[in-house]
């Protein structure tokens, strides 16, 4: 079945670094691709996302790409902050009836002043 | 905007009992869902609702599990009895655009 498989954390940065954490997918069809992000104390939420290849979502600095050819869509940002420290989940959904969002096992970042 | 509301944030419980969640979701969103997040895993979609019909719970352990969604916007989950292996954070999300998701800060259940 789809799956998600996302890099093990934690991952410590100090401020300003540079951020990637890395996604992989295995579907059957063309899914749609996301990340979502988990502050402290608050529920998921949309991160960004893509539905196609070579689509790219972006959002609060944070890019990913949707590589159809590696089957990655990892999430990138230039100069993480403190604030940004949180768990990042990667998702897929195959679309259909149901829109069904399959889950990576998420990553903890921690960024240090 | 109100965001989705779930009660108790704690449960503790033993095994064979019965605990019941409430959630209620961002008013006016037709799509609710109920995740299972079992420590180190992602979250796991037990059912999905429309309005108040089941659009998907094939991965709900339906000999145990059950939930209902009244007059299509509160929504309960029920266990019972529970295993120790039902130990997990319940989260309850909304939708009223397919895939963009807003998730409630979850129920964490331990069963002892």
């Known amino acids: 079945g789809d799956s998600v498989t996302q890099m093990e954390g934690p991952v410590t940065l100090s401020e300003e670094a540079f951020l990637t954490i890395n996604c992989t997918y295995t579907a059957t069809g063309y899914p749609s691709l996301f990340w979502y992000v988990q502050y402290p104390g608050e529920g998921l939420q949309l991160l960004l996302k893509?539905?196609?290849?070579?689509d790219k979502g972006s959002n609060k600095g944070f890019e990913a790409t949707y590589r159809k050819e590696t089957t990655s869509f990892h999430l990138e940002k230039g100069s993480v902050q403190v604030s940004d420290s949180a768990v990042y989940f990667c998702a897929l959904s195959e679309g259909g009836a149901t829109n069904k969002l399959i889950f990576g096992t998420g990553t903890l970042l921690a960024v240090q002043p | 905007e109100a965001g989705v509301a779930q009660s108790p944030r704690y449960k503790i419980i033993e095994k064979r009992q019965s605990v019941a969640f409430w959630c209620n979701p961002i008013?006016?969103?037709?799509?609710l869902y109920w995740y299972q997040q079992i420590l180190g895993q992602g979250p796991k979609l037990l059912i999905q609702f429309q309005n108040n019909g089941v659009v998907d719970d094939s991965q709900l352990p339906k000999d145990r599990f059950s939930a209902e969604r009244l007059k299509g916007v509160d929504s309960t989950l029920k266990i019972q009895p529970a295993k120790l292996e039902d130990s997990a954070v319940y989260l309850c999300?909304?939708?009223?655009?397919?895939?963009?998701?807003?998730f409630g800060s979850g129920t964490q259940l331990s069963v002892l």
């Open positions: 999300a909304s939708s009223l655009v397919a895939e963009k998701l807003f």
């Open positions: 008013s006016g969103h037709a799509t």
């Open positions: 893509a539905t196609k290849a070579d």
